[in-house]
């Protein structure tokens, strides 16, 4: 009877794929089925389309005998979510000869609710990357994604609130009984418009504790000043109440700030992982997964791949409290990111590399009670005990951790007294606290040096 | 920080540089290497900690606005190695 296509896009790991989505219609007794590898979510946007046709005011597909075949190419390319509703909604609506337009250059994206709303997608600014790479010049998408997709120059992007909307924008829309006039109003009184390129604003104010709201624990400072501003590694060690958490957290304010490369590089990812809640992340991520979290989800895994904590902390911190506490697999999983900046995840459907190019900063206690080392408590651990929590920390581990501090306790009356009130600059001043560490062994060299070095 | 690595480098911090990099772009005067080569033997540093270690010590330098890694860098960089056993 007739065709139509239209294109959109899916995210595909970290980085979009055009799909074309064509719709086929010919008589004979209704059916509706979606071929081209459709998961779940795309099977059931048979259901929503129909809805948001029928309650768009158009004629329901299913209202007809019809048959309704609607292919999603690449055919070997898994369809996941419902990135596809629109365009599948706006082809059967072409090809049923309910709209004209032109769909050449033009992307479609979203799912639709059952009264034809629009509903926000994840992954909106890779998509509107691949399809500004591809050379589309139109994107379509729910408003509330449209800021982000705006972020990338040199395509339209417009966002829409229903799928009435967009069919008005795309104009000519045929209409029964109603004056020629009354047409023409509605391609004139267009409701959506090219939404403006997106700045990236940097948050000014900088919330939760900085440097200068923790007093003491100079050498600590110093250590993660210099993790800062190098990118470096860092655990921290020492009794429990120490600040070690305290201090991590303060950790990612100093950290410097985003290029506009980089905010557009995590906030796709974060996009993708359905995270930013259509916000822009316009300053280094701060993960902290809880000591319980499993393989999976700090590495990334999954049938098909899926980003984890490693990669959503790309670009800035990922804290490991209680380092010790996590599983012995979860530790030792994190060697190749550490070192290659990068986490290859292989899986019997498909591999995938992921960015993980974070700065880790792991917290612990010198044993399982905490007490080791101090001169006022005892430690109770057993040698047992102790040697297990030793030995959950690899060498290699411990290898690639470039920074070690130690978090002591500190005296309260100095350290409230004469603890510097500005953080930053009364760091840079201060030299870092030699003595507080127990490294006797780095002295020897020091010793030997002083004639040459003075 | 990024001053020095405008040589047409896609990395933007010191841990990311490669050893390649550390060669061409931190310079060390002979006194401060031997330095280092002797810590390295007498704390038995692999291949990895002691690039590892000089990174970190361009990072000090950096901090200090210092042109050159001095012999104070290296120690204060030596000195933030895990001690044994973790």
């Known amino acids: 009877m007739s065709f139509a296509k239209v294109y959109s896009a899916q995210v595909n790991l970290l980085s979009g794929a055009i799909v074309l989505v064509e719709v086929d219609l010919s008589r004979g007794l209704h059916s509706f089925s979606i071929v081209g590898l459709p998961d779940k979510a795309v099977d059931e946007s048979k259901d929503r389309v129909s809805g948001a046709i029928k309650n768009s005011g158009y004629k329901s597909p299913k209202a007809q005998n019809q048959k309704i075949i609607v292919s999603l190419s690449p055919a070997d390319l898994k369809k996941e979510g419902p990135f596809f509703d629109l365009a599948i909604a706006l082809s059967y609506l072409k090809a049923a000869g309910e709209i004209k337009f032109d769909a050449e250059k033009k992307i479609f994206l979203g799912e639709l609710g059952l009264d034809g709303t629009l509903r926000r997608i994840r992954g909106a600014l890779p998509l509107a990357q691949e399809a500004r790479r591809r050379g589309f010049e139109e994107i379509y998408l729910p408003k509330e994604n449209a800021a982000e997709a705006a972020l990338v120059e040199g395509i339209k992007v417009f966002g829409a609130g229903s799928l009435a909307e967009v069919v008005e924008h795309l104009g000519e829309k045929k209409i029964k009984g109603p004056s020629l006039e009354d047409s023409k109003k509605m391609v004139l009184a267009k409701k959506i418009f090219p939404q403006p390129p997106t700045k990236i604003n940097y948050p000014k104010e900088m919330k939760g504790s900085d440097f200068s709201d923790i007093r003491g624990q100079e050498g600590a400072k110093r250590g993660l000043e210099i993790a800062a501003a190098g990118g470096h590694n860092i655990a921290m060690y020492g009794p429990p109440g120490t600040g070690k958490t305290m201090l991590a957290r303060a950790f990612s304010q100093i950290l410097p700030e985003l290029g506009v490369d980089e905010v557009l590089e995590i906030t796709g990812i974060h996009s993708v992982a359905g995270v930013t809640q259509g916000a822009l992340v316009a300053s280094p991520p701060f993960r902290a997964p809880h000591h319980t979290a499993s393989y999976v989800s700090i590495i990334g895994g999954g049938t098909f791949p899926k980003p984890g904590e490693v990669t959503l902390a790309h670009r800035g911190v990922l804290f490991l409290d209680e380092f010790p506490e996590f599983e012995k697999r979860v530790i030792e999983s994190l060697r190749q990111p550490l070192e290659d900046n990068i986490v290859s995840i292989s899986r019997a459907r498909g591999s995938a590399i992921f960015p993980s190019n974070f700065i880790l900063v792991a917290a612990m206690n010198p044993c399982p009670c905490g007490n080791l080392g101090n001169k006022q408590k005892a430690c109770i651990c057993k040698p047992s005990d102790l040697d297990r929590y030793k030995r959950k920390l690899s060498g290699p581990i411990v290898d690639r951790i470039d920074l070690w501090v130690s978090v002591g306790m500190s005296l309260i009356r100095n350290s409230a007294r004469r603890g510097p009130a500005s953080g930053a600059s009364a760091l840079k001043s201060g030299s870092p606290a030699r003595g507080g560490f127990r490294w006797s062994v780095s002295r020897k060299p020091a010793k030997k040096l002083q004639p040459t070095a003075r | ?86």
Do not use: C, W
């Open chain 2, 1 to 86: 920080m990024e001053r020095f690595k405008k040589a047409g480098k896609k990395i933007t911090t010191n841990s990311e540089m490669n050893v390649k990099d550390l060669g061409s772009m931190v310079k060390l005067e002979k006194e401060v290497r031997e330095l280092l080569d002797d810590s390295a033997e007498r704390l038995a540093l692999s291949a990895r900690a002691y690039h590892r270690v000089l990174k970190i010590a361009r990072t000090i330098a950096d901090l200090e606005n210092s042109e050159n890694v001095e012999a104070n860098h290296i120690l204060e960089a030596i000195q933030y190695r895990p001690k044994v056993n973790g």
